[in-house]
């Protein structure tokens, strides 16, 4: 066996567990390569939101030598039993990071209660690629033999020698955990201040929830035999360590394009595109038109962003159909193919507005057609882009809500007031920094959703949650949407905006097109 010096903490919280976890995966990252540590894990409660910081984090670092070990700490219900368990999943492989967010997917959307539970038989089925650990003590072997490892932390000295007297009959690793809720010991009044908010008394119950170093963590153990000490606190979590693999919690299609198909895309923007060209222009189209034509063109196809722009121009279109005018924003109006589709109203080439204001330098940059609809046609427009490209297809963009430094301000205020206690201004601007940015809930953006391509899965990019919103449940992305962006799923936007109400009031008052004014 390797000679390991130095221990790894798998189970660590970080600011995306709910109202719990106050370090951010930064600073956990940062104090693990400060310590000299091989690897570390992130173990959310229910929630896989900090693995797509962690990873970008890493990357920067061309030098960096940690492994990160991605995880989430959950429920699951053994069914026949009707029991409940605490469980923590780790990815092993990378095919088992699809699983894992399958397994989570499941048991958002079966939500009961307001309490998330993973079924067992999804743990069974799911199980390819993922590694599975308790910290709880169980008396029927086959439940035992279920688990690859028992987590352990050093409170109670007979437990826990009851536990690992079991996890070495059943050849299961035993290893010991502090499941640090922050990094640094002095910060526990962080966890005070947030229990205190949320009502739980004594406060206090969480301050010794750290990330314990080596020899901290060594001396917990102390009651047990050196050896057997050494062994659960170092060598077993550097074997856990090494049992899983280095991960891309993007998943496998990190580098491809994966934008909606429609058949035969790129004819039908080229006649499009032409028979509009024509009817402005008439046979003959000048040469300066026909070569931006051919110039944006040959980009959008090269890229493979030809569906970008027609459904936008569906969109578009179905407003127009409804009788309510779309505003578009940004410098979409410097395309051509934009105007020529009915995206926007403005002809570029009139304005003399070259393409790459909006295409970029090398003609290559992603478009962001940004598009402001009436909010009395919105939904509709959903429901007939769902009805034209799937509904199982429409995956709504999930946004994360954190606790703001006001709030965090006033927290600190009431807690310090209520109990009597004095911060001064530096260590309070310090709190202030650290209590800011704690997930409080999750959400949904106001216009933005993804149409998943035909052949992926959505549990390849993240998982999903059910969101309910304007009395209907929708399909949301667990994860942050800017986390899925990178994995190159494409955002569209309808997004709700005066304007094209008032414009359409104007207009059915008046009878003036407001096209002509």
């Given amino acids: 066996m390797e000679n390991y010096k130095e221990r790894v903490e798998i189970s660590c919280f970080t600011k995306m567990s709910e109202m719990k976890g106050i370090s951010s995966v930064r600073e956990y990252i940062d104090e693990a390569k400060k310590r000299g540590w091989k690897a570390i894990g992130i173990t959310d409660i229910n929630s896989t939101q900090a693995f797509n910081e962690a990873h970008e984090y890493l990357k920067r670092d061309e030098e960096n030598e940690l492994k990160l070990i991605y995880g989430v700490k959950a429920k699951f219900i053994n069914e026949e039993k009707n029991t409940t368990n605490d469980i923590t999943i780790l990815v092993k492989e990378q095919k088992g990071i699809k699983n894992l967010y399958t397994i989570l997917s499941n048991a958002f959307c079966n939500e009961s209660g307001g309490e998330i539970l993973i079924h067992r038989s999804q743990l069974d089925k799911y199980r390819e690629g993922l590694l599975y650990g308790t910290c709880e003590i169980k008396e029927n072997i086959d439940e035992i033999k279920f688990y690859d490892f028992i987590q352990i932390e050093p409170l109670n000295s007979e437990i826990n020698e009851k536990i690992i007297e079991l996890g070495e009959k059943n050849n299961i690793l035993v290893i010991a955990s502090s499941k640090p809720l922050f990094v640094n010991k002095e910060d526990a009044i962080c966890c005070e201040i947030l229990n205190y908010s949320k009502g739980i008394k004594p406060c206090e119950d969480d301050n010794e929830r750290y ?36 991960i891309n919690p993007n998943g496998i299609w990190k580098f491809e394009i994966n934008y909606p198909k429609i058949e035969n ?20 189209i000048p040469q300066e038109v026909e070569e931006r034509l051919a110039l944006e063109l040959n980009s959008i196809i090269e890229n493979g962003y030809e569906t970008i722009y027609l459904i936008a121009r569906d969109c578009v279109k179905k407003s127009n159909e409804l009788g309510y005018p779309v505003e578009a924003r940004g410098c979409v109006g410097n395309s ?14 009139d304005y003399n507005l070259p393409f790459e204001m909006f295409a970029g330098k090398f003609l290559d940059k992603e478009p962001d057609i940004d598009l402001n609809f009436s909010a009395e046609v919105t939904q509709k427009i959903y429901e007939y882009i769902a009805e034209k ?5 429409i995956i709504y963009c999930g946004t994360v809500g954190t606790i703001a430094e006001k709030t965090a301000e006033q927290m600190i205020k009431k807690y310090s007031e209520d109990l009597g206690c004095e911060i001064d201004e530096n260590r309070k601007k310090e709190l202030i920094y650290k209590l800011a940015g704690i997930k409080r809930r999750t959400g949904i953006h106001p216009g933005g959703f993804f149409i998943l391509p035909e052949n992926k899965d959505i549990n390849e990019y993240t998982p999903i949650e059910f969101y309910k919103f304007n009395d209907k449940s929708i399909v949301k992305t667990h994860m ?10 494409y955002k569209f ?4 905006h005066d304007t094209p109400t008032i414009l359409k009031r104007l207009q059915d008052i008046t009878r003036i097109d407001y096209k002509e004014i």
């Fill in 336 to 349: 051509l193919v934009a105007f020529l589709l009915g995206i926007t109203d403005f002809n570029p080439i």
């Fill in 265 to 284: 895309s790129k004819e039908i923007i080229k006649e499009l595109c032409y028979k509009k060209v024509h009817n402005i222009y008439g046979e003959e």
């Fill in 389 to 393: 490209y799937g509904k199982d297809r």
């Fill in 493 to 496: 936007d309808i997004l709700s």
């Fill in 211 to 246: 990330l314990y170093t080596t020899e901290e963590m060594l001396e917990k153990f102390n009651y047990l035999d050196k050896e057997l000490a050494k062994k659960i606190v170092i060598d077993n979590t550097n074997i856990l360590a090494d049992m899983c693999e280095e």
């Fill in 480 to 489: 942050e949407y800017h986390d899925i962006w990178r994995s190159r799923l």
